[in-house]
């Protein structure tokens, strides 16, 4: 309440409810995780598990001079074809790629962003695993939603419906950057570094759709937490490409 409260106040002529935002906000962090995070809540990664805003840049093929045998969003596409299989929920983004007007599009210069969270998963040996956590705000509300016929509801933000807004959004090619990202830092960080081990996959976290401890489960996948565990190769080989 007492961060709604400053958030609130930061900005000008904002209508919002603190007590209303902070009750709204409450649920997500109560909210398990799903088996990717072995049903972790937000709650349980304590701060010295939680890398917040990881900022990044890394130089892509030729850096500030680009050349002839730059990749392409083609070549990601053909390495998606290659690498996920016939029952990934994002098989499919391959072909959102391979399209006029992208498939050609080159991949050099320099790749900046910030990862909303790295959070570190220890096995019962000690063994830790390393998530991406990238919070979404994303309305998947029907029509009959807007226009107040229908609650907002978990199931707006079941695993079919996440998927579709990943696919419509491009979030796979962020997600893939952002596991980039981390294969590199993890190199020089983690010791004994094995991309299987450590690389323990994405989380995309739709806070509309995350409703605590009772939030329903769909096919394994908490409503409002979309889980992606892209294999390790896929990572190390598109980290290849973009090098």
Avoid at 46 to 60: G, K, N, S, T, Y
Avoid at 109 to 125: C, F, K, Q
């Amino acid at each position: 309440l007492a961060r709604c409260r400053d958030a609130v106040a930061a900005r000008y002529g904002t209508g919002i409810d603190p007590q209303v935002l902070a009750d709204g906000l409450l649920p997500v962090l109560d909210t398990p995780l799903g088996p990717l995070a072995d049903g972790r809540r937000l709650r349980d990664i304590v701060p010295a598990d939680r890398l917040a805003e990881m900022d990044f840049e890394l130089p892509l093929a030729g850096g500030d001079r680009p050349r002839a045998g730059d990749a392409t969003l083609a070549d990601i596409a053909t390495l998606l074809r290659r690498t996920l299989a016939p029952d990934d929920l994002l098989v499919s983004y391959a072909d959102e790629l391979d399209v006029p007007g992208l498939a050609e599009q080159r991949l050099r210069g320099y790749l900046t962003g910030s990862i909303d969270a790295v959070l570190r998963i220890r096995e019962a040996d000690g063994t830790p695993r390393y998530l991406i956590a990238d919070y979404k705000t994303n309305w998947l509300g029907s029509p009959a939603v807007a226009l107040g016929e229908q609650t907002l509801s978990a199931w707006h933000y079941r695993p079919t419906a996440m998927t579709e807004a990943m696919l419509h959004a491009h979030y796979p090619l962020q997600a893939l950057l952002y596991g980039v990202a981390l294969h590199r830092y993890l190199r020089w960080r983690q010791p004994g570094y094995d991309p299987a081990t450590h690389l323990g996959g994405v989380l995309y976290l739709y806070v509309r759709g995350m409703c605590g401890p009772a939030t329903p489960v769909v096919d394994g996948m908490p409503c409002g937490v979309f889980s992606w565990a892209p294999p390790a190769g896929l990572i190390e080989q598109l980290s290849d490409l973009l090098a």
